[in-house]
């Protein structure tokens, strides 16, 4: 719990904002973290759908009327909602979020044994895991993304660069999917300037407005 801008954001613009920690999150003991290894787009993705499902069962959330936003995993989580659950929403914004789980496996600035060692336990093996990982990666799934899509990444962000917006977005485009990617080229993992992020919350805001109807 505590302050976060985005939450607070869509709150002022009269949205209900659900917000998990979901399998994996950090802050909750060793236990609840160790339980989302190798689960992206399984038991973490499980934990957001079946909290939806709650709200919506409890009249707290309009079936008809929910979208996903996340950043950074919650971008892949974003996308997963949108591909794995399609009947569930209405529109994603996916804030500098993972597309290509063997691209962020491959490409991520660690030295390569320690990297690989610690993407083995906690999210795949590249070399024994092919076939789960390309069942889980966002660009093999987007046949069945229904609804509209906004990214934004930053030219300078080094844990999720750029091309994983560029793949989605040619993904989405040969699929006729409404959507629209934003690039910053001052802006690393996750927007700093405040340009930039007023422009990000205008543009987040009219997105909703428009598919949230």
């Not at 802050?27 to 499902?53: C, F, H, P, S």
């Not at 993972?98 to 600035?109: C, S």
């Not at 405040?194 to 407005?209: I, P, S, T, Y």
């Amino acid at each position: 719990w505590g302050w976060n801008a985005d939450v607070q954001f869509l709150a002022n613009r009269g949205y209900a904002v659900f917000q998990p920690n979901f399998r994996g999150s950090t802050g909750y003991g060793n236990k609840l973290l160790t339980a989302g290894y190798r689960e992206w787009g399984g038991a973490m993705q499980d934990d957001i759908t079946d909290g939806v499902k709650h709200l919506i069962a409890e009249g707290i959330a309009d079936a008809k009327r929910v979208g996903i936003y996340g950043a950074s995993y919650g971008g892949y989580a974003t996308m997963a909602g949108l591909c794995f659950t399609p009947e569930l929403y209405r529109c994603g914004v996916n804030y500098v979020g993972v597309t290509d789980i063997d691209l962020i496996l491959k490409e991520y600035p660690l030295p390569k044994k320690i990297n690989d060692a610690i993407d083995a336990v906690m999210i795949a093996d590249r070399s024994s895991d092919k076939d789960w990982i390309k069942s889980r990666s966002i660009q093999y799934n987007i046949d069945k993304v229904r609804a509209p899509v906004l990214m934004a990444y930053g030219m300078k962000d080094w844990r999720v660069p750029p091309k994983h917006g560029r793949i989605l977005k040619r993904a989405l485009d040969r699929n006729n999917i409404p959507n629209k990617l934003i690039i910053k080229a001052n802006e690393g993992h996750g927007y700093r300037n405040e340009d930039n992020v007023f422009e990000f919350f205008r543009e987040v805001d009219a997105f909703l407005g428009q598919h949230m109807k």
